[in-house]
């Protein structure tokens, strides 16, 4: 539900709008993940999909909770906006790369899971069409229970394609707003306030269940050094190459782009 309500914060519209900036935003991306990667492959000796993974988990910003955050950020609404942007448009990007680099190993793989994929983003708006004109006539209100059954049974089988259940749920979540003109019950305020008080539910969850994964092993000092080491290079970094971005792209303030950088930080 947390990813089904970020594909539903998405703003086709705004995004055509802001391409040109998106488009160099996102080269910026893909240089900071082709500079983590090989960092982290010189620095961990890892192969370079496990790089890439780790450079993901780094530098990609968490639509999610930025989405949630944004209104105790004090940011103009120009300024909120471009935060959601840019964090959805990263977003995507990083969905994809993980694609490619939990199939890279083999083409047959890659080939038919993004047959796959590309079958279940042609197939949902028919499914959602379906259900509008059939179902919802005779079952009113069921719009939410719709919309979350959905997306647990495309994360379920994105989930078994090897790409993580997010991946599904994020397509159902950005589908629905694609139909946004045709199916508008789809994505009323009210439905959008249901799925978010439901992710706000589960969200503890999620991470109790991730913790469980976790032991005092884990925590050494080499582990706990990397950290320390991120928080004071990587994520620095980070801020500052958003800010210079948005100053060349934008004109905007390095002191003003700083405060669109910063809110993009949390992974």
Known sequence: TLFLHAGL?????ELRSNARVLASHLVLQIALLSIGTIAASLVFGLDTRPALLVALAVLTP????????????ALDADAQR????????????????LFVAVHSTSVVGLASA???????????????????????????KSEFTFL???????AFLTLRLG????????????????MRGSLPVLVSPHVLGAIELFAS??????????GTHLTTADFTFASL?????????VLPVRVVAIALHRKAALGEPVRAGTRVGLALLPT
């Open 114 to 140: 993004s047959l796959a994929l590309v079958l279940m983003v042609v197939l949902l708006p028919a499914v959602f069409t379906g259900f509008v004109r059939f179902v919802l006539p005779y079952a009113p």
């Open 82 to 97: 471009w935060v959601k942007t840019k964090a959805i448009a990263s977003e995507i990007f990083a969905l994809l790369a």
């Open 62 to 73: 968490s639509t999610g909770f930025i989405l949630d955050a944004l209104p105790s950020l």
């Open 148 to 154: 979350v059954v959905v997306a647990f049974v495309c």
């Open 163 to 178: 790409v993580y259940y997010l991946v599904g749920a994020f397509v159902v979540g950005v589908t629905a707003v694609r």
């Open 9 to 13: 914060d998405v703003d086709i519209g």
């Open 201 to 210: 539910f589960f969200v503890p969850f999620y991470f109790f269940k991730a």
């Open 225 to 233: 050094g990397v950290g320390f080491f991120l928080l004071l290079f």
